[in-house]
């Protein structure tokens, strides 16, 4: 495959972006966004250049955001939304319109993991409500909500002896998305909102993750809005597990992101 650093005019600044393309023929093409707690990841984590490039072989066009990153105690001039969104919708108009990059005949999804799926999911939103919806939407263990919605009895069994350094409280997915909205509420998170007209979406979620909730959340929300979800669980994983380079269970998610951006 071929990979190339290119650095767009953003609408916030200079916008890095990577894009991955295939040797042989496109079939799809997807704007991808890492995760992080909103405060930290870049291009080169496995839970985006893995993906990038696992997709790439398979014959999807994928690009990377370097999206801006919220405050943290060593980015205390962060950004807030709706930065990161802006840049996401951003990324997309320009790989839309850039006819060297070849999808296939299909046209762009969007999609991003954990925090990156936040925002994914967000600008899907508003791409839908300004006309200019993604093909797809894919979306890697996603909290899409303000706040935590409440487990399962199932999950929260499943979580049950996970090491708290990998836990989501209630409180600290507060903090986080709170961090990320400083103060906006409309169109931040798609979890809760009017999902009318929302793409096709693929989730999975990690199974040991208290992040499940609100993807699982989500997933009911959009059968309800009468949305077309893929929803799966990868079992025995926890969250951000796409970040584990080689595994197979980050690879099985990959597979499932593949076969659902290549379905006719």
């Known amino acids: 495959m071929t990979t190339t650093d290119r650095t767009l005019d953003g609408p916030h600044g200079p916008l890095r972006i990577r894009v991955h393309t295939a ?10 966004s890492h995760g992080g707690g909103f405060v930290s990841g870049d291009l080169d984590m496995p839970e985006s250049v893995q993906v990038a490039r696992e997709l790439a072989s398979r014959g999807v066009t994928t690009v990377e955001v370097e999206y801006r990153l919220a405050p943290s105690d060593e980015r205390p001039d962060g950004v807030h939304f709706p930065v990161p969104q802006d840049e996401v919708r951003h990324v997309l108009a ?3 319109a850039d006819v ?6 299909r046209d762009w999804s969007i999609g991003g993991a954990s925090a990156g799926a936040s925002i994914s999911a967000s600008a899907a939103l508003r791409l839908v409500a300004d006309g200019a919806a993604p093909r797809q939407v894919l979306l890697a263990y996603p909290t899409v909500h303000a706040e935590l919605p409440a487990p399962s ?8 002896g996970v090491d708290p350094q990998r836990r989501f ?12 909205a400083d103060g906006a509420t409309d169109g931040v998170f798609a ?11 693929c989730i999975v979620d990690s199974e040991r993750d208290d992040l499940r909730a609100s993807g699982a959340a989500f997933a009911e929300e959009l059968r309800a809005a009468d949305v077309t979800v893929s929803y799966a669980v990868e079992p025995g994983t926890f969250h951000g597990h796409l970040n584990e380079e080689g595994s197979a269970a980050a690879l099985a998610t990959i597979d499932r992101f593949a076969a659902f951006l290549l379905a006719d």
């Open 153 to 160: 009895d199932e999950l929260a069994a499943a979580v049950v």
């Open 23 to 32: 040797d042989g023929p496109a079939r799809a093409g997807l704007v991808w």
């Open 191 to 201: 979890g809760g909102a009017d999902l009318t007209g929302f793409p096709p979406t």
């Open 100 to 105: 060297s990059l070849d999808t296939g005949g």
């Open 94 to 96: 320009s790989v839309r």
């Open 169 to 180: 409280t209630p409180e600290t997915v507060r903090s986080m998305n709170a961090n990320h």
